[in-house]
C-alpha cells in the first residue's frame, strides 16, 4: 500500500525540523500583504526576505526582442555546454507582483548543466503597477518570439514551458493562448510547481486561514487583488486556467508540498489535466510548504532530482 504523504508520520525528521522552524520565526514576521511592495522587493534582491537569495549567473544573457505591446522585451537565457536537447521556457513566481529572472538564475544553470537544455526566462510587468492582463500579454509575446525564432537563434524546436507558483499560472495561461493561436506544436512538456490556478480561491487556499507558511489566505487575496482585474472575470479561462479548455495539451508534472495552501490547485488542475485526455504525473512532498525547493534541504534536492528526471525524458522521448 501506497503511504498517504499527507499524514505526519510521511514527513522526514530533516524536513520537519525545517517545517516547524519556519513555523516559528514566519509567525514573528508580518504578513506578505501587510509589507510595502517596494520594501519587499528590496529585501529579495538583499537576500533579506522569507526565500533565500542565490547569486547571478553571470553566463546567463539577456537577450532582447521587440515587444509590440508594452512589455520589456527581456528573456534571461543561460546556455548548457553541450548541444542542446531542447529549450525550457520559465516563467518565475511572485504572486506577480515580486521576483526577477535572475532570483532563479542558480535553477535555471542546473537544468542547463543536468538536463542539457537551454532555458529561457522571461521578464513580465508586475503588479500593482501593471493591471491584468500585462504579464500575461508579456509572457505569450516573449513565448511566441522563441517559438518563431527556436531554430534561427537556438538550433532547436522542442520546447516545455513551466514555473512556480505564479509562474505556474502563467505558464498555463500562456499555453492556452499559444494553443487557441496554433502555437503548441513544438511543446513536449509542462512543469507546475505549486501552482496557482484557481483564483477564486480553491477550498484549500480559502479555507487555509491565517497561519503563516509563506503563503497564507490574505497573502492570496491580496496577490489576487494587486491583478487590478477590473471587467475580468475570475472565472475566465486565461485568469482561472482550471476553467479553461484543456484539451490537446503537452505531458504535464505537477509538484506540491503537503504543507502549501495551494494542494487544491495543484489536485484539481491534474485531474482536469487528464481528464482532458492529457498525460501527468504529480508528486506530493511531505512536509513542503509554498516555495519548499528553494530552502536548503532533502525535500528541496528530490524536487530538483524529479524535475531533471522529467525534463530529460521529456526532451528524449520526443527525439526527432
Known sequence: MIKNPFLKSS??????????????????????????????????????????????????IDLKFESHKGGSGVIRVTYPKIKPVG?????????????????????????????????ASITYR???????????????EAATWIIDNTEEKFGIRKLIIGGDSAGAHLSAATLLRLKN??????FVGALFTY??????????ARNWGTEKLILSTPAMEYFVDNLKLGKFSKTDPYVSP????????????????????LVDDTSFMAARWEAAGNSSVTT?????????????????????????????????????
Open 195 to 204: 501552482g496557482v490556478f484557481d483564483l477564486n480561491l480553491t477550498p484549500s
Open 181 to 186: 493561436n496554433y502555437h503548441t506544436n513544438n
Open 87 to 119: 529549450i525550457f521556457i520559465h516563467i518565475h513566481g511572485g504572486g506577480w507582483t515580486f521576483g526577477k529572472p535572475w532570483h532563479q538564475d542558480w535553477k535555471m544553470k542546473k537544468f542547463a548543466e543536468k538536463v542539457g537544455c537551454i532555458t
Open 11 to 60: 514527513v522526514d525528521d530533516e524536513d520537519n525540523h525545517l517545517l516547524q522552524k519556519l513555523r516559528k520565526e514566519l509567525a514573528k514576521k508580518p504578513d506578505i500583504s501587510e509589507v510595502p511592495v517596494k520594501v519587499a522587493r528590496a529585501a529579495r534582491d538583499n537576500n533579506e526576505g522569507n526565500f533565500p537569495t542565490y547569486p547571478i549567473n553571470p553566463e546567463a
Open 242 to 261: 482550471l476553467n479553461g479548455d484543456l484539451r490537446n495539451l503537452p505531458n504535464a508534472f505537477f509538484q506540491c508540498g503537503t504543507h502549501d495552501p
Open 126 to 140: 508586475l503588479a500593482p503597477e501593471n493591471s491584468w492582463p500585462k504579464c500575461l500579454d508579456d509572457c505569450e
Open 284 to 320: 506530493w512532498y511531505p512536509g513542503g510548504v509554498h516555495g519548499f525547493d528553494l530552502f536548503d534541504s532533502k525535500l528541496a534536492k528530490k524536487a530538483m532530482s524529479d524535475s531533471v528526471m522529467f525534463l530529460k525524458q521529456r526532451f528524449e522521448a520526443s527525439s526527432e
